[in-house]
């Protein structure tokens, strides 16, 4: 296997480099020993790896190139509620609560949306988005986080002080 001398400088560097990832180094060895002529089992033994997994990357090298050398994408589970579901949730919660309750619950907050979106959210979706983002609804109660209070405008001149 011929490599250029731009991309054998670039792996020499990934290899040596203190920063670089175990799995990138592993790779960048892969394909250096490849490039000075070892066979596929005597690398795989060098490295103490399976015969497969070198063939693997110096495949996906020999295919792709360098950027054969990264993971490939994973496609994991598709998101299911985009950013406009998660603002809707977000001012929900730090909206004033529905007049009988004193703050917003979880499955008071997915009602909501699903009337006002059209799209329903189960409760424990909604608990999972606001501690991703470390939001208590049950803790916003004060007037100077509602600014839907109708004199949140005249009031929060006076209730907030300068720094110092």
């Not at 490939?72 to 909206?95: F, L, M």
Request: hydrophobic share 45%; glycine share 6%; proline share 6%.
């Amino acid at each position: 296997m011929a490599i250029d001398s731009q991309v054998r400088e670039r792996l020499v560097r990934t290899v040596a480099s203190a920063k670089s990832e175990v799995r990138a180094v592993l790779r960048a060895r892969i394909i250096l020993a490849a490039a000075d002529g070892l066979a596929n089992g005597a690398i795989a033994r060098e490295m103490e790896v399976r015969v497969n997994t070198v063939r693997k990357w110096r495949g996906r090298f020999a295919a792709l190139g360098p950027d054969g050398l990264r993971d490939a994408e994973r496609s994991g589970r598709p998101k299911i509620y985009g950013p406009e579901v998660c603002v809707a949730i977000v001012a929900t919660a730090t909206s004033m609560s529905p007049h009988p309750e004193a703050t917003w619950s979880h499955r008071a907050v997915a009602q909501h949306v699903a009337d006002a979106r059209l799209v329903s959210v189960s409760a424990s979706q909604v608990g999972r988005i606001l501690a991703g983002l470390d939001l208590k609804p049950h803790k916003v109660r004060g007037w100077l986080t509602r600014r839907d209070t109708p004199d949140f405008w005249q009031r929060a001149p006076r209730g907030v002080r300068p720094l110092p």
